[in-house]
């Protein structure tokens, strides 16, 4: 019985930790989702769709597991935002009178 028992706490850990890092990472981009086309953004810098995107940032289950970014696909994602906003930056000084 108490191996039961941690066995599901265990299981709760995991998931409460799962749910942790998708608040986390949505929350990050509730202000830049309304800027950026995630459509471009999942297809130029992942190679995916839209969806895909979604579903790791909503936590989606996908084949039974909560679809979470991977931390190489964080780095990513950073790396798309740092050029992102080097374009917006370079555009801006262009726009200068």
């Given at each position: 019985?108490?191996q039961a028992t941690d066995?599901?706490?265990?299981?709760?850990?995991?998931?409460?930790?799962?749910?942790?890092?998708?608040?986390?990472?949505?929350?990050?981009?509730?202000?830049?989702?309304?800027?950026?086309?995630?459509?471009?953004?999942?297809?130029?810098?992942?190679?995916?769709?839209?969806?895909?995107?979604?579903?790791?940032?909503?936590?989606?289950?996908?084949?039974?597991?909560?679809?979470?970014?991977?931390?190489?696909?964080?780095?990513?994602?950073?790396?798309a935002f740092d050029e992102?906003?080097?374009?917006?930056?370079?555009?801006?000084?262009?726009?200068?009178?």
């Amino acid at each position: 019985m108490i191996q039961a028992t941690d066995a599901e706490f265990g299981r709760i850990r995991t998931e409460v930790m799962g749910i942790n890092d998708t608040l986390n990472v949505r929350d990050l981009l509730v202000d830049i989702l309304p800027i950026v086309s995630v459509s471009h953004l999942s297809k130029i810098y992942f190679g995916k769709s839209a969806s895909w995107f979604y579903q790791r940032m909503n936590g989606n289950l996908v084949h039974g597991k909560p679809a979470k970014f991977t931390p190489d696909e964080l780095i990513t994602l950073r790396r798309a935002f740092d050029e992102l906003s080097e374009k917006f930056s370079q555009t801006s000084k262009q726009l200068a009178v």
